[in-house]
């Protein structure tokens, strides 16, 4: 799930106390973020703390679509990689493996995806 990475970790752990009720909301309105009790209230508590309670949970966040695409594209383009690395290590053995037409392509394909996706940053695509 996207966050925004920071060198500290949750390593400080507090106590805090609820009525059933709030309990009950709370946790509910967790599940719907696919996220954990603590790490919503502790999300939720640290927006609030900067004054973001506009924007709760990174699921508010209007450029999520955007990072959730980005992380997409790097991990495709990461086992794209893995691929071409293995292919590379093969035919510089002597061996042309039988998939490599087959990573070439899928190299070209996550490439034009990339470019793809830096044309809507630049708004090349809608021209």
């Known amino acids: 799930m996207y ?10 752990p ?3 106390r609820f009525t059933p009720t709030a309990e009950r909301v709370i946790e509910e309105a967790a599940r719907a973020r696919g996220q954990f009790f603590a790490g919503y209230v502790g999300d939720v508590a640290y ?8 924007a709760a949970s990174p699921e508010d966040d209007p450029v999520r679509p955007l990072v959730e695409t ?3 594209l790097i991990a495709q383009l990461r086992r794209t990689g893995n691929n071409l690395n293995q292919v590379t290590h093969a ?21 034009e995806e990339a470019f793809t996706l830096l044309d809507g940053f630049t708004g090349k695509g809608a021209a």
Do not use: Q, W
């Not at 927006?47 to 506009?54: E, I």
């Not at 035919?91 to 490439?111: K, M, Q």
């Open 14 to 16: 507090r106590s805090i």
């Open 91 to 111: 035919v510089n053995s002597g061996v042309i493996p039988e998939h490599a037409e087959h990573v070439l392509e899928r190299v070209e394909a996550a490439v």
């Open 47 to 54: 927006a609030h703390a900067l004054g973001r309670t506009a």
């Open 70 to 72: 980005v992380e997409r």
């Open 3 to 12: 966050r925004k990475r920071t060198k500290e970790s949750r390593s400080r």
